[in-house]
């Protein structure tokens, strides 16, 4: 299967409200990552902890030259740019580029503070760990393999790299160069695997509804992995969020409190990305995006998803520091409902036919479910 160059907003930089100082203090404590667990610690010295360091790097300490010269730019968000490199093992990677605490606006926005981004790191790491525990684990969230904090300039390679994608596809950020950025600007650098492209684009490249169904049983299961083990809620899993990518593997193998289960893959791997709205639990401490006073976000029409909105606002009572899981559900609906308008490359035949009757049954019956868990479990699709 031939998948299409990903989106521009395939890595779209979550809008987070900062955790209180005290609660970073805390989770920062607890949290495994952290190299220092003093409670005093700046905000900016929590994000060099996160990522191993005292102090910002030059971006070549970070980025070796080699791997420079194979950039390329492929995404940009509101806050920051996109490129694809290879690893030390030759392996396609993702960079993530936001630049942080400058004073110039980028894209009409203010940068993020260290504050702001310390929480995104966090929820990146915890979803990207779910691949390591013993008992709940998934593959289904984008890993991130590597965190940096660099001060300097953009590269030539970089700017090299930008300028050919706003050539091909023409950028809506501002170009990242020596006449934009101060020579003293920092930024932070988060390697993603490559996930693919996601389901928005797309649109008329995946087999059948054989696939189709194969990506609804990804998504629910990697949501129930984190059920288990965060108390997680994505609560804005639109289908720009969920990527797709070729594989030979042809099952894929989750655990679910203690019990491993498998999957066939139909040639294709899910992964779930951008948490800018999401919810988890680490041992007895929340994050969470308070979102209860932005009414735009639930004032948007002519899709469902932005229905989907207005009804996890309705299940949780506009709280969002509380736990309701039955709102992945509402987005396992919504997902359904995409897969279901998709093109796809044939029919599939008999067992397309079958798959496609199997998601129209799991959008009519879904929402009676609790959580994704519970779809998971009892839903008669994925037994």
Known sequence: MRLPDV????????????????????LLHQHSLVVCEDADLTDAEKVYAECGQQCPLSWEECILPHRMKRCVKIGEGTFGEVFSTTN?????V???????EGSEKVNGEDQKTFGEILPEIIISKELSHLKEKQQNQTHGFIGLNDLHCVQGCYPPEFLKAWDAFDQRKGSEN?????????????FIILEFEFGGVDLENSNGTLASFVVAKSVLHQVT????????????EHR??????????????????FLLDGEAHSMETKGV?????????????????TISCDISNDEELFMGQGDYQFEIYRLMRQENGNKWSSYHPRTNVLWLHYLCSKLLSMKYKSSGGRGGKNAREELARFYDDVLQYSSATDALQNCPMFW
């Open 7 to 26: 989106s521009q907003d395939l890595f779209t930089t979550p809008l987070r409200t900062p955790l209180p100082k005290r609660l970073q203090a805390q």
């Open 88 to 92: 030390a093992a030759g392996e396609t």
């Open 94 to 100: 993702a960079l993530k580029v936001i630049p942080l």
């Open 174 to 186: 501002d170009r990242p160069g020596t006449d934009f950025f101060e020579k003293d600007q920092l």
């Open 221 to 232: 299961a990697a949501l129930a992995v984190a059920e288990q083990e965060l108390h997680f």
């Open 236 to 253: 804005d899993l639109h289908w720009g969020n969920v990527l797709v990518k070729a594989t030979r593997e042809k099952t894929g193998t």
């Open 269 to 285: 791997l899910v992964r779930i990305i951008d948490y800018s709205l999401s919810r988890l639990e680490i041992d007895d401490l």
